[in-house]
């Protein structure tokens, strides 16, 4: 059995959302080709597809072949849907000032004291 490695290959800077270098795979790729683009074993996938269809893209296996095969285009597809968006970091709001945890120390006691003691007597 030949084995098919992904070659690297530059693209235009025209499209925009494509990055400097993509891979080129075959139109249509096998449990090994599978595994190098989604990460995993190929025990793990093998194992997926019995317990856990959902969790890998749509198989076509042709009539008389006991190997499933994935078509490039749909697993891209696949896996496209489950792109994380990008969210633009919150700017933190500015407080008078944040709230300390745990009890206050004694100088703050003090003067807090002292505060009440003298908004009492200068009415």
Known sequence: MQQIIPVTTTSDAAHGD????????????????????????????????????ESLPPASTPPGSRTPRWITADVLDWLRQFRERRVQPVEPVATTSPRRRGRPTKREQIERKRAAQASEGGV
Do not use: F, K, M
């Open 18 to 53: 494509t990055p400097s270098h993509i891979v080129a795979w075959p139109p249509v790729i096998g449990y090994v080709e599978l595994s190098v683009l989604l990460g995993r074993t190929v025990g793990t996938l093998q194992a997926d597809r019995i317990r856990r269809p």
